[in-house]
């Protein structure tokens, strides 16, 4: 028998978005295909507002999130103007002249009980080996501008990479907000302007716009932005500040007529930051993330726009942040997602892939209107603990470098790092060993590129490796020629795209 909303019924039965852009929309999207029983979902934004959008790189597990929409794949990236993305290019990051690949997937194919980085560590010293991106499949594709999607089958080393997307955020989010309407999500237009809490326990009750509109809900998904409208704004739950760890808090971004065409994104350190580039179908994105403390706004203006593939097609714009995360991410009955939640600068591309993760959780740990308090505080833990893994996986790439050029490379050398993140490092240095306390998004190939790539190259092999009757150099040089040969193969990028997901004209 239905219930509707009598006091024994504790479901949720109205939740509200406050905010939209990819975070909302995401949350739309994911909240409106989940929730099949008598659920009013209600978005609001204001196009005077904006949204950031600078998320326009994204790593593997986004394509899990659209898959669980019944997202066809085609169909999104013709809608997001989308390119691929086999992992990402850093430049002068360990030191001027350097550069070294992030690949999605692994390095070779496993051959032994050994892991393969330890073969190639006692082949590299004895000058038998190439770079360590000449045995990642993603490399031997990215490097010929080249893609294809993997294959199934575990045996050939076609199967031993992935992929992601590089896309127009502004466009994602209007992909799913036409998904999440044709759900029944209800959007309203305007500007939150109060916020009004219960007296009994200081929950948000609801929100009135500047039409004089009241909008109540049991829960609330604070999208707000870096405000943290309701969140912080409402509740004054705090922030953890990073900046010692990561001082960059600044962006300028511009988008560019499209240069080559690469089948992954760049990050090009500089002298006081460093600067993204993403391709897409229509345009490349550019971005110029600094510390304000080593750098004006004017010159980090000048710099990237002296270092375009081609024409502006817009004035830049400038963004400011704080690296960190709000103290609880869900606090009562609000939950912040994307920027509302913290920000983590994006050097690998995890801006999306938080908020995927947030929708993920909240879906796991659902609640009722009672808000169980053990459900939300190991929701909070949760988060904590994939901020500060990601962290610290973002802070390897600053604490590794041989720079001494100029005070941003000099001061984060120096600096001192968290504990895990340091005992990783020592591991590693010391033996080769990749190690971890917990479960990790980045996994070994993840870690071991940065770690070789910034030069933390380790005082000795595993000793095993000296004990088994592996032909190592002739496994590595196999590896090297059939990847090779499996890339060449490949369609070009472009080519591929033409043939399976190529987005009208603008």
Known sequence: MEQGNSEGDRRIRRVCIVGGGSAGWMAAAALSNALQCGVEITLIESEEIGTVGVGEATIPPIKLFNQSLGIDEGDFVRATQGSFKLGIQFVDWAKVGNRYFHPFGTFGAEFDAVPLHHYWLRAHAAGTAGPLDDYAMAWAAASRGRFDVPSPDRQLVQSTFDYAYHFDAGLYAAFLRRYAEAKGVTRFEGKVEQVALRGADGFVESVQLDDGRTVAADLFIDCSGFRGLLIEGALATGYDDWT???????????????????????????????????????????????????????????????????????????????????????????????????????????????????????????????????????????TAEEYARIRDFIILHYKLTTRDDAELWRYCAAMSIPHELQWKIDHFRRSGRLVSAGPELFLNPSWLAVHIGQFNIPQRWDPMTDLRAVDSDRMLAGLNRVMGEAADAMPTHQAFIDRHCKAPAL
């Open 244 to 382: 010692h760890w990561l001082p960059c808090d600044r962006a300028v971004a511009v988008p560019c007529t499209r240069g080559e065409f690469t089948p992954y994104t760049r990050s090009t350190a500089r002298a006081a930051g460093w600067q993204w580039r993403i391709p897409l179908q229509h345009r490349t994105g550019n971005g110029y993330v600094h510390c304000s403390q080593f750098i004006g706004g004017d010159e980090a203006t000048a710099t990237l726009m002296a270092n375009l593939d081609g024409e502006p097609l817009a004035d830049p714009r400038v963004l400011r942040f704080t690296t960190g995360k709000r103290k609880q991410v869900w606090n009562r009955n609000v939950i912040a997602v994307g920027l509302a939640s913290g920000f983590m600068e994006p050097l690998e591309s995890t801006s999306l892939h938080l908020i995927q993760t947030a929708i993920t959780r909240l879906l796991a740990l659902f609640p009722d209107r009672d808000f169980d308090p053990l459900g939300v505080a190991e929701y909070n833990r949760l």
